[in-house]
């Protein structure tokens, strides 16, 4: 048996080293996900949120009623049960309510998008520097979250539709700019313990821009408890959003949006039932499958 | 003679992981005979803290499976006994870790924790005993006593005043001595060190090991002293095995094992030690096999320089000059003349 | 010295304001000097070796040497340049010329990175834009320290120990420096891994006409690859000397402990070291550090005298320098 001379490996690819690495073992990014797929709940509330994103996207062309989307009046149908060419039944002005969910998942999603984009945006930036630089700039951000964390998201959501008018998208904004501060903690927190680490400690050494070490060495780091967060704040986005709606104060009628095809259509409890559940349920769903996701990706994170 | 403390024969260990079986321990035989302290030696990944682990009896069963081989304690085998006995076993036990970190609380005061221990033991570890013992004065009172009288023993001038203390108080040195005062309140038959000095300055080790050595005459304590350190294992260790991915491929008394080694892992692993009167030292080539396919003979095989066709089997062990025992085909067994 | 020296370092200090537990109306802040008045003179091309104990100073030494911190007072000068002051001094410049290996090769790689955006990364900061030149560069560099090509996409948590630190040298050596700091380079990694990483250093060296200067607490590594060494005891330098005469014949009473605490491993090397007493006592405090010699409260040879003088200054006997009053 020949000496696996090590040294001997610098052109050749292959050494006595390379060769006792070489994977029995699943690669990286399999055995990742095999690890997620584990806990099948998490498996469930993302298979679900797929779902939905996918009929988020192709709904004007498998929607079955998509002239329901707006005004249409149809006296023939006016709260017809669920049957088969309803599947869902109809609402108060005979349209199909099983279009109008689907369309719905378009504003759910698309409020997520927004509350959360406005949020991480503002909040991780702020955070990150917080962490980074600390001083009086860490004080100020500190005492700026700890100002928001007074404020209770929903209501402040209410005052500025009364002061702008009621629509979804000020509402969005809005609590996008109250909920940055639980992205802004959780990235400073984290940004605290990394930047102790000594590849921070070399990359400023070796001349980076507090740019670079912020958003190249850090960030990647700590992207772990942020992904959680944002799943679970999903979930809440969109509960905040639907109930703005509901109380009057977000969508207004006909938009397809959940939370307002909710309030409209229950007057009509207990009897035109279907109408005021299906997008209640559609609510549900959403709200748990995100908090699923979030769950199972923070348990994922933990074990590692 | 009297029986050995520890005996470990033919141990086979696998790990029921993800990715596999892997085949940790392949063949460990060991024996610490009362009294002496026995080291252990190997690079990570050899299996030396899976072996104190086993002894210790918190190596987790399930992931981990004895596939053969038999663990005797003070002449017993611990298979044959019911979970209840292996308890009693466990007291005569004393685990001395390489961070005290580990096992000291930074929230109570040394005197707090020692006492815990003492009281712990001293109640038999039944928990209702411990709690009356724990709040009764008087036994306090005599715990904290034994307390002093321990850290006495462990060369600590002054126990009062360490007692009042917090962990973080002390200096690494004197938490380790702590920890060893400690692992003795059990009055224990057999300590098992995993690198108990390797995190400390060498002016600071060589006290402790010093220590170390003193203790054990004096309490007639039998020891298994695990470390990937040989000098260290040269100052404190009667004799020695050496360990390498999952086999213990060599063993005999330290000094000699050292100057004169047999195994050609043992000779490259003191090859590699930079000698005092200079030069490099020799690397080993190759690396430490993986071991969800490990090679089928002898696992240092595909590193020695001596190998032939016929390491592809796996060696025996064989006794040579009655106190070393090698576990390799370039030695046969020495006939009687 | 017949080579120039590369490298040094003027009476420089590293002082940390501490809060102090005020006993009485004394002042509310203490200074704590990690490193405290040291000089040093490194010669181009010698393997000069800083060896210590814990609190000894000498990692903040070494990280004032490299410039990742600056003196509180003193200078650092790179081939005669001043490179210690805080104002704006081109990092980037300076990192063509000196780079530091960290202690730990684990925490030294970003764990969300491949080895190649780790070892690129310098020649990145440098200004070499194109991607394609870095990575042959950077395939050039593990070809130099015997990595295998195809870890270029590999992550830190798929490399063993001795892979790692191989990481972290070609990454030193990206911008093609003349001088190494290596703290601590073989201390995590197993013995048989030490040795082959001392190999490729000295290799390196020799291809290269490095200057390294090795911080580590392992004498034995200092007698393998060293020319000179300095003792630090409590932030000062205790003794210098070739590395020959200092192993062989110790002055400082600390040097001659250090050596003799040594666990020699052959027959042989037991010989060679010098026996004192252990050493007792624990180092003196560094909120309130003593007036005299600060190894006076462990020293095996201490006399009464030595308390009524300061610290002793490093003198020069003959091309060794010690310090003890007791000479």
């Known amino acids: 048996m020949a000496i696996v001379e090590e040294t001997a490996g610098g052109v050749v690819s292959r050494t006595a080293e390379e060769a006792e690495m070489a994977p029995a073992r699943k690669s990286g990014f399999r055995r990742r996900l095999s690890r997620f797929l584990h806990n099948r709940l998490a498996v469930a509330g993302t298979l679900v949120l797929l779902f939905l994103l996918l009929v988020a996207m192709l709904v004007p062309w498998i929607a079955p009623y998509p002239d329901d989307v707006a005004d249409s009046l149809n006296f023939d149908a006016v709260l017809a049960p669920p049957s088969l060419q309803h599947l869902m039944g109809t609402d108060e002005v005979g349209r199909d309510v099983l279009t109008r969910v689907m369309f719905g998942a378009r504003w759910s999603l698309a409020m997520a998008a927004i509350v959360l984009g406005i949020a991480v945006t503002l909040g991780v930036p702020l955070g990150l520097c917080a962490g980074y630089y600390g001083g009086v700039l860490e004080q100020i951000l500190m005492r700026l979250t700890d100002g928001f964390s007074a404020v209770p998201a929903l209501v402040l959501a209410l005052a500025i539709t009364v002061l702008l008018g009621p629509s979804l998208l000020n509402a969005m904004v809005a609590i996008g700019f109250v909920w940055w501060r639980g992205f802004a903690r959780i990235a400073h927190g984290q940004t605290l313990s990394k930047k102790q680490e ?32 944002l799943a679970l704040n999903a979930g809440y986005a969109v509960l905040t959003g639907t109930a703005l709606s509901f109380l009057g104060a977000g969508a207004r009628p006909p938009t397809p949006e959940w939370g307002q095809m909710v309030a409209s259509s229950r007057n009509y409890l207990p009897q035109g039932w279907w109408a005021s559940l299906f997008p209640g349920l559609a609510i549900f769903v959403t709200v748990v499958s995100f908090n699923l996701l979030g769950d199972g990706l923070r348990d994922y994170f933990s074990e590692e | 003679m009297a029986e050995p403390v520890v005996r470990l024969t033919s141990l086979r260990v696998d790990f029921h992981t993800a990715d596999g079986v892997e085949q940790v321990i392949r063949d460990v035989t060991l024996r610490i005979d009362p009294g002496e302290i026995v080291g252990l030696v190997g690079e990570s990944g050899c299996g030396k803290s899976v072996t104190a682990k086993l002894l210790l009896g918190i190596l987790p069963m399930p992931p981990a499976r004895l596939k053969n081989g038999t663990v005797e304690m003070f002449g017993r085998d611990l298979a044959m006994l019911g979970a209840v006995e292996r308890d009693t076993l466990k007291k005569h036990v004393a685990y001395v870790p390489q961070d005290p970190s580990a096992v000291l609380n930074p929230s109570f005061t040394i005197a707090s924790q020692m006492i815990d221990m003492i009281v712990w033991y001293e109640s038999d570890r039944r928990l209702l ?40 108080q002390l200096s690494g040195g004197m938490r380790q001595r702590v920890l060893l005062a400690m692992a003795l309140s059990g009055r224990p038959k057999l300590m098992i060190a995993d690198e108990p000095t390797t995190a400390l300055d060498v002016t600071v080790q060589k006290r402790t090991i010093d220590l170390l050595k003193d203790l054990a005459q004096r309490e007639h304590l039998a020891g298994l002293y695990i470390t990937h350190d040989l000098g260290v294992a040269r100052e404190i260790c009667a004799r020695t095995y050496v360990m390498y991915a999952g086999t213990t491929v060599e063993n005999g008394p330290t000094a000699e094992l050292l100057d004169r080694p047999l195994h050609p892992y043992t000779r490259g692993l003191v090859e590699a030690i930079p000698s005092l009167a200079g030069g490099l030292p020799h690397a080993i080539a190759g690396q430490v096999p993986d071991y969800l396919s490990p090679p089928p003979g002898c696992r240092f095989a595909p590193r020695c320089g001596e190998a032939r066709d016929l390491c592809r089997a796996v060696p025996e062990s064989v006794i040579r000059e009655g106190r070393r025992e090698v576990s390799c085909w370039l030695y046969e067994r020495e006939t009687v003349a | 010295m017949s080579a120039a020296a590369i490298l040094q370092a003027r009476s420089v ?94 925490s030294s790689l970003n764990p969300r990175q491949s080895v190649e955006e780790i070892v690129a990364l310098p020649l990145k900061l440098s200004g070499m834009k194109s991607r394609k030149e870095r990575t042959a560069r950077v395939r050039e560099l593990l070809k130099a320290v015997h990595l295998p090509v195809d870890f270029l996409a590999r992550l830190p948590a798929s490399l063993s120990g001795g892979q790692k630190q191989r990481v972290n ?31 490729l250093l000295m290799n390196l060296k020799r291809e290269r006409a490095l200057t390294y200067i090795l911080v580590t607490h392992n004498f034995g590594v200092v007698r393998a690859i060293a020319d000179r060494v300095a003792v630090m005891y409590f932030g000062k330098i205790v003794e210098i000397g070739t590395v020959g005469e200092v192993m062989s014949a110790p002055r400082h009473p600390y040097t001659q402990t250090l050596l003799s605490a040594i666990p020699a491993v052959r027959e042989a090397d037991r010989d060679l070291l010098p026996s004192t007493e252990p050493l007792d006592g624990e180092m003196p405090s560094f909120v309130d550090p003593p007036l005299y010699c600060s190894f006076y409260s462990r020293c095996p040879r201490r006399q009464l005298s030595c308390l009524s003088l300061p610290h002793p200054p490093l003198v020069n006997h003959g091309g060794r320098q010690m310090s003890c009053h007791l000479g």
């Open chain 1, 198 to 229: 000594t590849y921070v400690v070399v990359a400023r050494s070796l001349g980076a821009s507090d740019l670079h070490v912020m958003f190249r060495e850090i960030l990647p780091n700590i992207s772990s408890p942020l992904f959680v967060s």
């Open chain 2, 129 to 168: 005993e411990y709690f009356r013992r724990r709040h009764s004065k008087r036994h306090v009172a005599r715990a904290h006593d034994f307390a002093a009288e321990l850290l006495g023993k462990v060369q600590i001038a002054d126990p009062d005043d360490v007692l009042r203390r917090y962990p973080v």
């Open chain 3, 13 to 106: 200090t590293k002082a940390f304001k501490v809060p102090r537990k005020g006993k009485g109306l004394g002042a509310r802040t203490a200074t704590l000097r990690a490193v405290n008045d040291v000089s040093l003179d490194i010669a181009e091309g010698e393997v000069f070796a800083i060896v210590g104990e814990s609190g000894s100073g000498k990692t903040t030494l070494a990280n004032l040497l490299a410039r990742v911190t600056v003196p509180t007072d003193g200078q650092v000068l790179l081939a005669g340049r001043e490179i210690s002051r805080t104002d704006k001094l081109d990092l980037r410049a300076l990192r063509r010329d000196i780079q530091i290996v960290f202690q730990d090769p684990g």
């Open chain 3, 169 to 199: 040298i070609a990454r030193a050596l990206a911008l093609q420096p003349q001088i190494l700091v290596l703290d601590e380079p073989t201390s995590a990694l197993d013995v048989s891994v030490q040795a082959r990483v001392l190999e």
